[in-house]
């Protein structure tokens, strides 16, 4: 492991477990009869700081492998010549389980601590209790030690992981409001301007054609007049463009038929939501940008609710065109509702109140039918508006 990638807790079990490895091998050198059990223990010894220097070890499982197998391997040397080796088969175990998988690490530690029973009884100590329990009970501690600490790092890194996530979802959130937020803007702004500018232009248009037919021929007036008339339809060009450049995103590159067959395409409705049909009926009528969006944002918003709350398997918007006026059906097959139940929206923007908000303010009607387990119907119809020689008013 890099010492650069640990924590400051795992620098400390680090060199708490180099300074037990040195402090058991100088025990095991000191109360050793001979010199070869001095000699093996300063073996183990390099053997165990060429592991702790090396790099490759750090690097490669495989060169920690080998490292570990030279370790155990000169640690069975010590065994052999001296009982005081068995100590040193505590630390071996936290090594073991650190680096090597769990379905090795654990055969192996068992193995290391039989050989540490083995090597009691070979040297012709007397035999207890103590001489099968201190090492089974080292192994287990171990055992404990590490796997609990394993389960918790990776129980850290979930909760590492979900609080990134969380941290990204609400960047997410964040810039979604704040472009909810500058469409519904644009949104206001458009209507306002057609509603009042527009409007008023178009007004301002129609009286001076009735001006300039009232007045007699020749009259010095008609000039000025026409001048007025085409200021005022150039004015109401460009008050129109303004409007359409502040209109959705879905309505700037098509008509508000394709902004809907969009709306119901696979996957729009999300994971798990309803398949959604898409229909038109009668001819199609060009129509003013703001009614445009009304629909769209009626649309959206009964999508919306029959994805969260409605449970259904299919739902289907309809588009009609009539003589004298348009609408817009959405249907499910879900689990219904009472109408006469549902309070007002308190978000101020969505939910059945802000839909009919919308259809009132341009003269039109709302109506909803539902029942429990009979899926719901939403309806809008919206009067075409009179067409003026300037155009749609």
């Known amino acids: 492991m890099d010492p650069r990638s640990l924590t400051p807790a795992l620098r400390a079990l680090r060199v708490c477990l180099h300074l037990l490895m040195a402090g058991l091998l100088a025990l095991a050198a000191v109360r050793s009869d001979d010199t070869a059990g001095v000699a093996a223990a300063a073996a183990m010894g390099a053997v165990y700081a060429a592991g702790s220097l090396l790099p490759v070890v750090r690097a490669s499982q495989r060169a920690a492998a080998v490292w570990l197998a030279a370790l155990c391997a000169s640690w069975l040397v010590l065994l052999w010549l001296t009982p005081e080796g068995l100590w040193l088969a505590f630390p071996l175990y936290f090594l073991q389980l650190h680096l090597l998988p769990v379905r090795w690490s654990l055969p192996v530690v068992g193995l290391t601590a039989g050989a540490a029973i083995g090597s009691y009884v070979r040297h012709g100590s007397a035999l207890n209790p103590g001489v099968f329990i201190g090492p089974l009970l080292g192994a287990a501690v171990a055992v404990a030690t590490v796997l609990g600490y394993q389960a918790l790092y990776r129980e850290s890194e979930r909760r590492r992981q979900m609080v990134e996530e969380l941290i990204a979802t609400r960047a997410e959130l964040a810039a979604a409001e704040r472009h909810a937020g500058t469409l519904a803007e644009r949104e206001r702004l458009a209507r306002e301007i057609h509603d009042t500018l527009a409007q008023g232009l178009s007004s301002i248009q129609l009286l001076l054609r009735a001006a300039e037919r009232a007045l007699p021929e020749g009259s010095p007036a008609a000039g000025h007049i026409e001048q007025a008339r085409r200021a005022a339809q150039d004015n109401l060009a460009e008050a129109r463009r303004f409007v359409r450049e502040l209109s959705p995103p879905d309505l700037e590159h098509g008509s508000l038929a394709g902004a809907l067959e969009r709306l119901c395409e696979p996957g729009q409705a999300g994971p798990g939501g309803p398949r959604v049909r898409f229909s038109v009926s009668g001819t199609p009528a060009e129509l ?41 059906d959405v249907v499910d097959d879900g689990k219904g509702f009472d109408p006469a139940a549902v309070a007002p929206s308190s978000e101020g923007g969505f939910g059945l109140p802000a839909m009919r908000a919308r259809a009132e303010s341009l003269g039109g009607t709302f109506t909803v039918e539902s029942g429990p387990g009979q899926g719901t119907a939403i309806a809008v119809a919206l009067p075409l508006p009179v067409r003026s020689a300037g155009g749609l008013s």
């Open 288 to 328: 003013p940008t703001p009614y445009e969006v009304a629909l769209l944002r009626i649309a959206q918003s009964a999508l919306a609710n029959t994805v969260r709350h409605a449970g259904a398997s299919r739902a289907e918007i309809t588009l009609t065109f009539m003589d004298a006026s348009v609408t817009l």
